[in-house]
């Protein structure tokens, strides 16, 4: 089948990759349409942090890059429908498993990130208890997106955010996108900085506040912030406009190592909540109902056998949301 693995050597498409066998609880999915984000441009350009070190030893991820996907069941209780994948898979039986934190199992694999190969791919290999049935009225463009909004409506369940409540997303690109629109489900006051004209403009569009970076005022007003930046410069932003005793939530992983000044951690009683991913049903019901639109997002599309180019024109351009037609129906 054809796959976009990533080696030793860098990324390439393969036309000769075998077929995945499903592990014990797995069931093949074809897959339909697929989603690059900032994870797999991480991990291409050789990210190598404590989330993405193999556990085989190797430096980082081997194998078939993609996590956000939609695709068909070819066997199990889904046979023939349409399916997202949640993509951690648990072994279900550990101590942190049992607590009900499968996201957290010391022994999981992640679709296309971490010793499991991903969805960037004719095939994909999923446990079926992570499979989740996509609605008849959700498209399979919207579909694709489940992921990264299921990993915006991890801040509310980790998080209370009332009607009152001032939220900054600090980021305009997809993540600070989903996480806005989310967030501006449970109150009316979201506003998302960023450094994009476009990103931010389509934001306006949608509804939302919005900022530039350089025009950010240095008052310590925001209850929330999210930060989104994926950048090092993200969290020392976000503890310039939080309020005493109010929150920062950091939704992105940045490379390398910081050095931050952590006393206004301290002196303002600041809380830091790291947050990653999140529930699917959630996730399928606001893309069912409309509250998030995420088709305005997508900025081009490429054939799987484009792959390469795809990750390049993700990682070069400043673009939103690059989509991997995989196969050409529905
Ligand atoms: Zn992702
Ligand atoms: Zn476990």
Do not use: W
């Amino acid at each position: 089948m054809r796959a976009l693995a990533l080696s030793d050597t860098g990324v390439s498409l393969r036309t000769d990759y075998p077929t995945p066998t499903p592990r014990p609880g797995e069931v093949l999915v074809r897959v339909l349409r697929a989603g690059i984000c900032e994870t797999d441009l991480q991990l291409v350009g050789g990210y190598i942090g404590g989330t993405t070190r193999s556990r085989s030893g190797r430096p980082g991820f081997r194998g078939v890059l993609g996590h956000e996907f939609v695709g068909v069941a070819e066997s199990g209780v889904f046979e023939g429908r349409r399916v997202v994948g949640e993509i951690n898979c648990s072994c279900g039986e550990c101590e942190t498993c049992r607590a009900g934190h499968p996201t957290h199992c010391s022994s999981r694999s992640v679709l296309g990130i971490l010793d499991h190969d991903g969805a960037f791919a004719d095939m994909i290999a999923v446990p079926e208890r992570n499979l989740h049935v996509v609605p008849d009225e959700v498209e399979t463009d919207a579909a694709v997106f489940t992921e990264p909004v299921a990993a915006a409506f991890q801040i509310p369940a980790q998080l209370n955010v009332t009607r009152t409540d001032r939220v900054v997303v600090l980021g305009d690109g997809r993540l600070g996108n989903l996480c806005a629109q989310v967030l501006s489900t449970l109150t009316p006051y979201v506003t998302v900085v960023g450094k994009h004209s476009h990103k931010l403009a389509l934001l306006r569009s949608l509804g939302i506040a919005t900022c530039p970076l350089s025009e950010l005022p240095p008052e310590r007003m925001a209850d929330i912030v999210v930060d989104c930046t994926g950048s090092d410069t993200g969290l020392p932003t976000a503890l310039g406009i939080v309020r005493p005793r109010g929150t920062v939530v950091l939704k992105t992983t940045v490379a390398g190592t910081q050095t931050l000044a952590l006393a206004p951690i301290v002196i303002d009683e600041v809380t830091v909540i790291g947050s990653r991913c999140g529930p699917f049903g959630k996730a399928l019901t606001a893309l069912q109902d409309g509250s998030v639109k995420v088709l305005p997002l997508i900025s081009v599309r490429f054939n799987l056998s484009e792959g390469v180019d795809a990750l390049e024109h993700a990682r070069s351009k400043p673009v939103l949301k690059v989509l991997l037609d995989v196969t050409a129906v529905p």
